[in-house]
């Protein structure tokens, strides 16, 4: 990747309140690139599905916390990383799969599916009982003037 030209970090507990505030202050913080409108929502919606699946996967039944890191680069990418510490994925190949869920009917199982496709890179580490990393990367169109 190219020279970082600005950086930030947020550790919040896993309320599901804290989602908003995620989304917004990600959005807010990657603005400084000038993204499109479609490209800000996808990246605001990566930001959602990945705490969303650190708050109802992660922390299940219990409060941790989650840290969100980005780091903007020369050349209009960025990388995102939802870090938490929770229960970990015994099966990260199963769990990247299409409509697969550990929660209840009201999950689609399309959460890892939605950060791949709205990302151009994205990598899902996971040590059971220790918890999860996704870290995404996004290279922003080139800005007609």
């Known amino acids: 990747m190219r020279a970082v030209i600005n950086k930030m970090s947020l550790k919040f507990e896993s309320h599901s309140v804290n989602e908003a505030f995620a989304r917004q202050a990600v959005g807010a913080f990657v603005a400084?690139?000038?993204p499109t409108m479609e490209e800000l929502g996808d990246i605001k919606t990566v930001v959602s599905e990945a705490v969303t699946n650190a708050i109802v996967h992660g922390?299940?039944?219990k409060c941790g916390f989650i840290t969100v890191t980005?780091?903007?680069f020369e050349g209009r990418a960025l990388?995102?990383?939802v870090k938490d510490a929770g229960c970990g994925i015994e099966n990260v190949?199963?769990?990247r799969q299409p409509m697969f869920?550990?929660?209840d009917d009201t999950r689609s199982g399309m959460g890892f599916t939605i950060?791949?496709?709205f990302t151009d890179k994205m990598r899902v580490r996971s040590t059971p009982g220790k918890?999860?990393?996704v870290a995404m990367v996004k290279v922003l169109k080139e800005r007609q003037v």
Request: aromatic content about 4%; cysteine-free; overall charge negative.
């Open 79 to 81: 990388e995102l990383k």
């Open 101 to 103: 869920t550990t929660g």
């Open 32 to 34: 400084q690139l000038d």
């Open 70 to 72: 980005v780091r903007l």
């Open 93 to 95: 190949e199963q769990a």
């Open 131 to 133: 918890g999860t990393l």
């Open 115 to 117: 950060m791949e496709t």
């Open 59 to 61: 922390y299940a039944d």
